[in-house]
């Protein structure tokens, strides 16, 4: 199957200049809508056959600008929101800046990203050629809320859904809809979860049906990537060595880079802190200390051109190329021993 991307003419400043077509069926995967009404004479077209067998995704109205048109779902009362749940004005934790007690800090993160963990093996369950994205984001969403614990995307800067769902070519912050997934497709799915003050964020990348030898292999180096990532981290070890290291042994993949656009970041009473962890050679000076919580989530894309371009929803990143992007991501506790894995599922539940 061959499947091609093509450019829109820049008749607006809101409009992104590449958005993907299907070249053997005339549709968008997100919407059954025809393409031969979206393409003119005179659009250049690029081959991306080269990256492998899939179909590309877009949602279901590329040129929309804002979410606004989205209705969040509804969360209870008795369930304990973060600041910028309550009030757009409030984007940090208002809790007095005071020395947290180490050990009930990390049986907080512990908690949050064990939910997290979970939600993200349910929604893993379900995955198969005819499901929708919305299908995971409602599971994804019931799992948290059955837990007496609040999905921190939702109402995040405004993002209208409980998770974000990556589908090929989508590098990151897709937007759950009614798409199904068909066979042959990727789908990243990111979880995080607020409780009782405190957050846990974790992803990965799941394979739809029959994937081809190159998505297959891109998913694997990314959770290797991932886990020689947490590998290099511990007390006293420069945030760097996350980079070099990630960067060094992707090395191993001809033909997948990693996108330096994507950061890992410190977490807890906040969603997103310093530190900020690159996934790609850097010099940060930033040293990792017992206490300190923070993401690794490294974003590898098929070539060596790992642009993105953001749509005017805010939020989904595609890849320029066309290429199909994997995530993988884990939040990680620096201990006296080393480095823990904080939303390493809990096989017994």
């Known amino acids: 199957m061959t499947s091609r991307l093509f450019r829109f003419r820049p008749s607006a400043l809101s409009r992104p200049r590449k958005l993907p077509k299907i070249s053997n069926r005339a549709r968008l995967i997100t919407s059954g809508a025809n393409i031969d009404d979206l393409v003119e004479e005179g659009d250049e077209l690029l081959d991306i056959s ?7 995704a877009l949602p279901e109205d590329p040129y929309r600008e804002g979410v606004s048109h989205i209705v969040p779902a509804l969360v ?3 369930v304990e929101r973060p600041p910028y749940a309550i009030s757009t004005s409030e984007s940090v934790d208002p809790r ?4 947290e007690d180490l050990d009930m800090k990390h049986l907080g993160m512990r908690h949050a990203g064990l939910i997290a963990a979970l939600a993200l093996r349910k929604a893993g369950q379900i995955i198969q050629p005819g499901v929708t994205t919305k299908a995971i984001n409602d599971l994804v969403h019931d799992t948290i809320i059955g837990h007496r614990a609040y999905p921190s ?3 995040y800067k405004g993002f209208p859904m409980s998770c974000c769902t990556s589908v ?15 066979d042959g497709d990727i789908v990243n799915v990111d979880v995080t979860v607020y409780k009782d003050g405190w957050h846990g964020d974790t992803s990965k990348t799941f394979l739809v049906g029959n994937v081809d030898q190159q998505g297959r292999e891109l998913v694997q180096a990314t959770e290797e990537a991932l886990m020689a990532g947490i590998a290099a981290c511990g007390p006293g070890v420069p945030f760097r060595e996350v980079g070099r290291t990630i960067a060094t042994y992707v090395q191993n993949y001809a033909g997948i880079s990693v996108s330096p656009d994507f950061l890992g970041h410190g977490i807890g009473r906040n969603f997103h802190q310093e530190p900020w962890v690159s996934h790609t050679e850097n010099d940060s000076e930033s040293v990792m200390k017992v206490g300190d919580y923070f993401t690794i989530e490294p974003v590898l894309v098929q070539g060596m051109d790992t642009s993105g371009w953001l749509l005017p929803d805010g939020w989904t990143v595609l890849s320029e190329t066309g290429a199909r992007g994997a995530q993988a991501e884990h939040t990680i506790g620096i201990t006296e021993n080393g480095a823990e894995i904080m939303t390493r599922p809990d096989t017994t539940t």
């Open 50 to 56: 080269a990256f492998g067998n899939y179909n590309l």
């Open 76 to 78: 209870p009362h008795s």
């Open 96 to 99: 007095p800046n005071v020395v």
């Open 153 to 155: 995307p939702l109402l």
């Open 168 to 182: 090929n070519n989508v590098l990151a912050h897709g937007i759950p809809d009614e798409r199904p997934l068909e």
